[in-house]
């Protein structure tokens, strides 16, 4: 059994016209397994990523995390679910900006009600590991682009989830600091052996995945792995997505 | 597409932003409106109590004015506030600043003429309720009219107020900068920032005030309400800013639950709106203070009535200055002791001549002779002490309380000095409180003092007042008169009577008589219209308070939303985001009511011995507020579940 299992997946949004966003999904995703997901946009990556992350509900199919059907569960059980178990990293940070960095990472383990000294412990390896220690006592508004996503995925992971979800983590950030936060994510899978899901179309981002599955009008349509080398593996990335949008010049190569 | 129609057809369309201005405005015209129809009705002013009323009644319709004119000034510019964006837009689309302007003007008056004539409708349909509920409260026949009056006074005022809002809130738009406007309210919010000194200064203040309320004089009282301005002017801009902060460094506390979440947005949102919480405060206390000292007023009224024995008293002219003018005298205890035996009530006369007399610490009391003080305590069942010369019986009055606590005292010395040296002084042999005639503190001395006090005096100018007490033992059951009692009706009839006499050339009265139920019928007329309007006032006060609280919410809905989207994202439940969402409503809502709470309450503590009261202003200042209480609970209520149910929407 994977740590994320999505069987038979299917998203219907009904309107005056029906549209089929997720068509007959199966993905499993491995303990400690960092899987990409890339498509065009309106492919329906998105809408997987919601389905797993318990905010959409699936029209069919199954989705099971940690052996738990979240979509069974009643609302504030559910609430509890995504506290516990997992961590979300948004294209727009999503920090909260009338707190201080150091209380938007806690936030998840004060709701939880943990003593002060496992949240100053936890708070201190999390800033350590992601190099945000002297942001802490800062506000959202007066830190880089970059320093804010660090400070984002240490509020995912301060609480250890089973799952880390990113959406589009570098969508908002010049390539530099898009690198910085993959390396960051990276090193949490390597160190914590956190399973890990992203969602992205920045090919930079995808290439630190372990494997990277591609989705086209809401199916699946191919995937592919990752050898020793990052570069080879960042250029397979690239020509499977001209293969599949045709237009190679509109993924930018300049990040290279 | 002309320019007018696009100011039309932008708020036909906007319909949803447009309309909580809308309706704000239309309930201040409609409060206002139908305010005046009370104002203006020609029944009032041809009551006894009409025109000494009509003046407090222009002055709280100018309070009320001025509440709608804030009123509709805060949501217009909260309305304004939710709309930047779209002015932001218009600005980089190249619209002049004239034009916004003119746009913004347009709307105004677009909106403003609605709603002064959906105010007005409404206003005319609610104020005949408003009239029934008046006819009650003031036993008054207030049939409906035509209010000409007050249509031309609505429209005028507020036609004049959207009229100058709009130039205002053109000038409110020109200070924004194009980029600020594109932004919005999206804007990251800077911190609250407090000066520690201005926050001290604060609390000092508020210290301060209570100390020197309760000191004696003027200045103090001055100086007490301007340190308690001081005080929560800063405890709403400065010291609350603190207090947060402070909470925050203790994070054994604040990183525990969610206290994290609800008191940085409570930081915000009453920083953001100090000067407006300021104001609720203040108002509120007034409002409190006012109703309380009224409602004190009232139970006075009231205990000048129970505490009376006697229904009626005739009080005699002294008779030589009648005998110098060459009119026929008619007696008045006739008059009224036909008038009883017309009605078939018995009766039963006590003569009393008292003497006034001042006293050394006391001021004036009555002096009364034993003899006849002993018929009255027969009667009345009071406690009857025999008295040797130069002793006394002293009964202050428990409707006129004197300054000094008077338990201790031994003996009374006079003031006149030829009765200080014949007499020397008086011994209390005992002394209770009771108000027989009425708030006059009584002195009894057996009746040789009595005489000798007079002939100790022969020689100054005295008086002997005569007066005859009526005693009506059916109408002592201690309830109080309604406009239909006999006793209310033949107070009426009886003063009437005495009227016609008035500057009449051949006839003259040979005293005046006083009915407790009538005194009390004419004064509880007063007090009812004071606090009808009274009770108007702050409903309308309250109602504002609610609304601004309601609109403060509603500004930052966007705001609130996508944080608690994004908390919800994370895994707040459904639960915890009402707990942190409630507490937060709930500061807003309770804290200037606790402020004006505890405000009125070291006010009317102040104001307790000035009042000529036996009861304590304290406890009905404790009832205005309890009111007050449990009307913005109503509203409380209210405006949580709207603000709730527009937080559930966007949980996930």
């Known amino acids: 059994m994977g740590m994320l299992e999505i069987q038979k997946l299917s998203k219907i949004y009904n309107g005056k016209v029906s549209t089929r966003a997720l068509n007959n999904i199966d993905l499993t995703i491995e303990q400690g397994e960092f899987v990409g997901i890339m498509g065009a946009s309106g492919s329906g990556k998105t809408t997987l990523l919601n389905m797993v ?153 995808a290439s630190y995945c372990h494997r990277v599955v591609f989705i086209k009008d809401g199916e699946l349509y191919n995937e592919i792995h990752r050898g020793q080398n990052r570069q080879e593996f960042f250029q397979e990335i690239i020509d499977m997505l001209s293969f599949l949008g045709g237009n190679a010049h509109e993924l930018s190569a300049v990040r290279v | ?118 105010g007005m409708f409404c206003g005319l349909l609610f104020s005949k309720l408003f009239l029934l509920f008046g006819e009650n409260v003031l036993d008054l026949k207030l049939p409906m009219y035509v209010p000409m009056n007050a249509v031309w006074i609505t429209i005028a005022a507020f036609m004049g107020l959207f009229l100058i809002l709009s130039f205002m809130t053109t000038i409110f738009i020109r200070q924004r900068k194009a980029l600020e406007m594109v932004q919005g309210s999206r804007r990251p919010k800077k911190e609250p920032k407090a000066s520690i000194w201005l926050a001290l200064l604060s609390v000092v203040s508020l210290i301060l005030a209570p100390i020197l309320v309760s000191q004696d004089g003027f200045i103090y009282i001055s100086l007490a309400l301007l340190f308690d301005m001081i005080g929560v002017y800063f405890f709403f801009t400065q010291l609350f800013v603190v207090i947060i902060r402070l909470l925050k460094k203790n994070r054994r506390y604040s990183w525990q639950g969610l206290n994290l979440l609800w008191i940085t947005e409570l930081a915000y949102k009453m920083k953001d709106s100090a000067r407006m919480f300021f104001m609720i405060t203040i108002v509120a206390t007034m409002a409190c203070t006012t109703a309380g000292s009224v409602l004190a007023i009232q139970r006075y009224i009231e205990y000048t009535y129970t505490e009376n024995p006697f229904a009626y008293t005739v009080h005699h002219y002294n008779s030589d200055i009648d005998t110098k003018t060459n009119k026929k005298i008619i007696p008045v205890a006739e008059k009224l002791e036909q008038t009883l035996k017309r009605e078939g009530i018995t009766y039963q006369k006590f003569r009393l001549n008292t003497v006034d007399i001042r006293f050394k610490h006391l001021g004036y009391l009555d002096l009364i002779r034993q003899s006849e003080y002993q018929e009255i305590a027969k009667t009345l069942s009071c406690p009857n002490v025999s008295l040797q010369d130069r002793e006394a019986l002293f009964i202050p009055s428990n409707l006129d309380p004197l300054m000094e606590s008077t338990d201790t005292l031994t003996q009374l010395s006079f003031v006149n000095q030829k009765l200080s040296s014949k007499i020397e ?97 004419s004064m509880k007329q007063v007090t009812s219209l004071t606090i009808f309007i009274g009770v108007f006032i ?67 503590s102040a104001l307790n011995p000035l009042f000529p009261v036996a009861t304590s202003t304290i406890s009905t200042g404790l009832r205005a507020i309890g009111i007050f209480t449990a009307i913005q609970t109503v509203y409380f209520l209210i405006v949580r579940s709207r603000y709730l149910a527009q937080l559930k929407r966007v949980m996930v």
Not at chain 2, 62 to 88: D, M, N, P, Q, W
């Open chain 1, 53 to 205: 992350s318990t905010i959409d509900t699936p029209s069919s199919g199954k989705i099971l995390i940690n052996n738990q059907n979240p979509h069974q569960m009643k609302k504030n059980q559910l609430a509890q679910f995504r506290r516990r178990q997992l961590g979300f990293v948004f294209q727009d940070f999503n920090l909260l900006d009338t707190l201080t960095i150091a209380e938007n990472i806690v936030l998840p383990l004060t709701l939880e009600k943990k003593s002060l000294k496992e949240m100053d412990e936890k708070l201190k390896a999390v800033a350590e590991k992601l190099g945000i220690v002297e942001i802490l006592n800062k506000r959202t508004y007066e830190v880089s682009g970059g320093q804010r996503q660090r400070a984002a995925i240490a509020r995912a992971t301060i609480h250890s989830p089973v799952l880390l979800l990113a959406d589009e983590p570098t969508g908002a950030l010049d390539s530099k600091s898009s690198r910085n936060v993959m390396e960051m994510m990276e090193k949490i899978n390597q160190t914590d052996g956190t399973t890990m899901m992203l969602v992205t179309h920045d090919p930079l981002a």
């Open chain 2, 1 to 118: 597409m002309r320019f007018r129609q696009f100011a039309f057809n932008n708020i036909r369309r906007n319909t949803f932003t447009y309309i909580a201005y809308f309706l704000s405005s239309s309930f201040a015209v409609m409060t206002f409106f139908t305010y005046l129809v009370f104002v203006f009705h020609p029944d009032i002013l041809k009551t006894p109590i009409g025109l000494p009323a009509s003046y407090g009644m222009k002055v709280a319709a100018c309070i009320t004015f001025i509440f709608s004119f804030l009123f509709v000034l805060y949501s217009i510019s909260a309305f304004l506030k939710a709309r930047l964006k779209e002015f932001g837009i218009l600005t980089i689309l190249g619209a002049h600043r004239k034009q916004l302007n003119y746009l913004i003007f347009l709307e105004n008056m677009f909106i403003g003429t609605a709603s002064v004539i959906t």
């Open chain 2, 425 to 521: 002084k008086l011994k209390i042999k005992h002394q209770y409180t009771e108000s027989l005639l009425q708030r006059e503190n009584l002195v009894v001395v057996n009746d040789q003092t009595y005489d000798q006090i007079l002939k100790a005096l022969s020689s100054d100018p005295y008086t002997i007042s005569q007066r005859d007490q009526y005693l009506i033992p059916k109408w002592n059951d201690q309830i109080l008169p309604d406009v239909n009692s006999i006793e209310v009706q033949m107070g009426a009839e009886l003063s009437s009577w005495e009227k016609t006499f008035f500057d009449h050339d051949k006839v003259a009265l040979d005293g005046y008589i006083m009915s407790r139920a009538e005194d009390y019928y």
């Open chain 2, 538 to 604: 702050v409903a309308i006060f309250s109602i504002f308070i609610a609304s601004f609280l309601y609109f403060k919410l509603f500004i930052d809905l966007q705001h609130d939303q996508r944080y608690y989207h994004e908390l919800s994202k994370m895994g707040l439940s459904q639960k915890e985001m009402r707990k942190a969402a409630t507490k937060q409503i709930a500061f807003l809502f309770y804290i200037p009511l606790f402020f004006s709470g505890i405000q009125t309450l070291v006010a009317l």
